[in-house]
């Protein structure tokens, strides 16, 4: 079992590092927690106790447990360390080697990989010292991740903010599977690049392009035309195609959602841009899985002035914009494509002659009769490949015909990954 030592420190913040330990115990990941003196002033040793499972150290000199130096023995058992929220002081005991506490000395101690997390006010963040101390950290091999905005404890508005929890977890989750990675080299030597591969590496040396959120078709300055597709579904594929080892471009249409870590992400707004984006990336590609829901018509004429009111009624006059599945599916080669069909009525009549017009290998039917799916994280999908209608019976039949039934949309990207795996074991 794979351990983590989570630092704590005192900052407002610290309350989050409960959500931490909870992700990381959810995952099987072993946590020991190490809290700071200060940090104690904000959370109790007990809550992290609780939750871990685990003796929570919070004195360098208290009795030990067992008979061993105890921020040796812990800097030894680490797989990784995650210091969250780091506060300013303990970056700069960190960047200077300063050891005059537990936590720092146990990080001087320690040859795992250290996370930091930073989280304070905005001018501390964006003091000078601080940008130096944390750029020490980063030449010394620290990964240093960033902060988030908004209106801080002290009340100022900024940087500053204590990332997500979700989001350090996955960003500890990933230095875990690097050294997982690392480990089976050496234990390998190198001798056959397959076998550095973990069972669950099932899409591993695949590079797949993953679409996202809505395109958004602009008419005036001010206003556009779009949808109401919040890139749940996309965000979970490539997320999942991640944890699969699948080296994953995310083209989003959406900025609502945090950017996934270990992903590269390009944030589009037009049909044209998404396009555009995707054929960047195509020729390289393995598969591509177009999960955004993307403009079908465009302003005939785009007003550089913001239409002024006038009258009780607006006319527009749209024209049809590019078709990005059917232009793909004109130049493929090897590369299989997935299309989404978001349907309310005629579910597989429609779903099965965009198969087939648009050349696709795969299309994801979603069912959006009534207002259903967009926005929310449940989704029902039906998957067809190369379907065919039974005379005899009436009902569709084909080597890629399923109905998950109402399930996460999280759930539903494993499946449609599950099935994307298929096409290429074929």
């Known amino acids: 079992m794979k351990n983590v030592v989570l630092g704590v420190t005192g900052g407002i913040a610290a309350y989050k590092a409960l959500d931490i330990v909870s992700g990381l115990k959810k995952k099987g990941v072993e946590v020991d927690v190490v809290m700071t003196e200060s940090a104690q002033e904000f959370v109790r040793p007990l809550s992290f106790q609780s939750l871990s499972q685990n003796p929570v150290i919070t004195d360098m000199f208290e009795e030990p447990k067992v008979f061993e130096i105890a921020h040796i023995s812990l800097a030894k058992k680490a797989d990784v360390v995650c210091i969250a929220p780091a506060t300013a002081n303990i970056i700069s005991k960190l960047a200077n080697g300063a050891a005059d506490d537990f936590l720092s000395t146990m990080c001087l101690a320690t040859r795992a990989k250290i996370i930091v997390a930073p989280a304070m006010n905005t001018n501390m963040l964006s003091h000078p010292v601080t940008a130096e101390n944390i750029a020490k950290l980063e030449n010394l091999g620290y990964k240093v991740l960033g902060t988030g905005s908004g209106r801080l404890a002290c009340g100022d508005v900024g940087e500053g903010k204590l990332l997500p929890p979700e989001i350090i977890v996955d960003e500890i989750m990933e230095a875990l599977s690097e050294d997982e990675k690392m480990e089976d080299i050496i234990d390998d030597n190198l001798d056959d690049k397959n076998t550095m591969l973990s069972d669950t590496q099932s899409l591993a040396r695949k590079k797949i392009i993953i679409t ?158 009534g207002g259903k799916v967009f926005g929310k994280d449940e989704t029902r999908v039906i998957i067809m490949g190369d379907l065919r209608e039974s005379e005899e019976t009436g009902t569709f039949e084909g080597t890629a015909f399923m109905d998950s039934g109402e399930i996460t949309k999280k759930k539903a990207a494993g499946i449609i990954l599950d099935t994307v795996e298929g096409l290429f074991a074929e």
């Open 212 to 369: 996202a959120g809505p395109t958004c078709a602009p008419i005036d300055p001010v206003r556009m035309l779009t949808n109401r597709s919040s890139g749940k579904t996309g965000y979970a594929l490539a997320e999942e195609a991640r944890e699969r080892g699948a080296e994953v471009v995310l083209i989003s249409g959406t900025d609502a959602l945090q950017d996934p870590s270990g992903i590269e992400t390009f944030h589009v707004t037009t049909n044209s841009e998404m396009y555009d984006e995707v054929l960047c990336h195509f020729e390289s590609s393995d598969a591509v899985i177009m999960a955004a829901a993307v403009a079908d018509y465009k302003i005939s004429s785009y007003s550089e002035e913001k239409i002024k009111k006038s009258g009780d009624e607006l006319t527009l006059t749209f024209t049809k914009d590019r078709d990005i599945l059917k232009s793909l599916g004109e130049i493929k080669t090897h590369q299989k494509l997935i299309g989404f069909a978001a349907e309310s009525q005629n579910f597989m009549e429609n779903a099965m002659s965009k198969l087939k017009s648009k050349n696709l290998d795969l299309i994801v039917l979603n069912d959006i009769g």
